[in-house]
């Protein structure tokens, strides 16, 4: 344990369990842009029966998904509603703008990741000759940049209300939907039900190596799969991805609940102990966020870093620390004494 190093920097570096590497092996394939690929197929329908869709597709990763998702609710011009910490706005490289002609118009997350819904209502275009139209409204559960936040069913519901009231359609990367089931304790359908379309991510804490699903009505599939064609997103024997994500489904959803309890576990350990600033109370899901004092935040990563913790730098004075697959009780007390003396050497 003493030279182990303990990367906390996300969910997403999560090696494939066994299970998955021997379905790997052995799955069933053919080419999945014709549709011929059984396995890819099979996890399609498993998805969208979990999320309580219509149909779903498989897509190489969740800023893929959410892509195909924005260019097939929003024609050119359009504008998207989202949160101004949301990982869309941030983390995808501006894609929808680039490749989409989309507008990202920001409303105030609340540190829980929640929008507004009056903030929201605001937002939504007249139908004036000088504005862009609205054409989409995102949500993100569990919440990437606020710590992990779960949005409950009404916290979805009293945004989607408001969108539905406009006619304008509702998107939720789910990329930890999941987690947020899991740390309700409800099935993940219902958190799912008032979005006209989820990504939810393979690749994070179920552990796959790649892979994301986006569903929706299958009016709305037929069309996105059209759009992941056309950003290179066909691909052929993708039943090599899709059955260790049969594999995830089926065996690695309820474990999450074990990395909600180690972020918990860590967060207490470390909480009121300068010059990190934290909440433990604020741990939902599987991430903990940290606030540095009184040193630079990129300076207390690298001392964690050289103590063999890996942390991510999310800006500011914040780190961030993802528990994960891989990563037991045993590792988060030992990543917790090390934080604590390179703490104690850094207040
Ligand atoms: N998040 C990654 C990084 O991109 C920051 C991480 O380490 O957390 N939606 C949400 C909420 C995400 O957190 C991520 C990945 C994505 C979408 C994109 O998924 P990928 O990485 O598969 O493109």
Redesign the pocket.
């Given at each position: 344990m003493a030279n182990k190093i303990i990367d906390l920097r996300?969910d997403?570096v999560t090696l494939p369990t066994p299970a998955m590497r021997q379905a790997i092996a052995e799955a069933e394939l053919g080419d999945d842009v014709w549709r011929e690929d059984p396995t890819v197929n099979r996890l399609e329908a498993v998805a969208a029966g979990k999320l309580g869709k219509e149909a779903a597709l498989l897509t190489a990763?969740?800023?893929m998904s959410?892509l195909v998702a924005l260019l097939t609710h929003c024609q050119r011009g359009a504008e998207v509603l989202l949160g101004d910490e949301a990982?869309i706005f941030h983390?995808e490289v501006a894609g929808a703008a680039a490749l989409g002609g989309l507008g990202l118009r920001t409303i105030s997350n609340d540190s829980r990741g929640r929008l507004h819904p009056k903030d929201v209502e605001e937002a939504i275009r007249l139908p004036d000759i000088h504005h862009p139209r609205t054409g989409l409204v995102c949500l993100?559960n569990t919440h990437?940049r606020c710590g992990g936040a779960v949005l409950s069913e009404a916290d979805t519901e009293a945004v989607a209300q408001v969108a539905r009231r406009w006619g304008i359609p509702v998107h939720l990367?789910g990329?930890?939907i999941f987690n947020a089931a899991v740390a309700l304790g409800v099935p993940v359908a219902n958190l799912a039900c008032q979005a006209d379309s989820v990504a939810f991510?393979l690749?994070k804490g179920l552990a796959c190596p790649v892979g994301?699903l986006l569903c929706g009505s299958s009016e709305f599939i037929g069309r996105a799969r059209k759009y992941r064609k056309m950003v290179g997103g066909g691909m052929r024997q993708a039943g090599i991805i899709a059955a260790a994500g049969l594999v995830a489904l089926d065996t690695m959803v309820d474990r999450l609940q074990e990395d909600h309890d180690n972020a918990k576990l860590l967060a207490e350990g470390l909480a009121g102990l300068p010059p990190l600033r934290l909440d433990p109370a604020s741990v939902q899901s599987n991430m903990v966020n940290l606030e540095v004092e009184g040193i630079p935040a990129i300076e207390f990563q690298g001392r964690l870093g050289q103590a063999g913790v890996l942390a991510t730098y999310m800006g500011g004075q914040r780190l961030r620390l993802v528990t994960h697959y891989g990563i037991e009780r045993a590792d988060i007390e030992e990543a917790a004494q090390r934080i604590r003396a390179v703490a104690s050497v850094s207040g």
């Open positions: 996300s997403t990763s969740g800023t959410n990982h983390y993100e990437n990367d990329a930890r991510s690749c994301s």
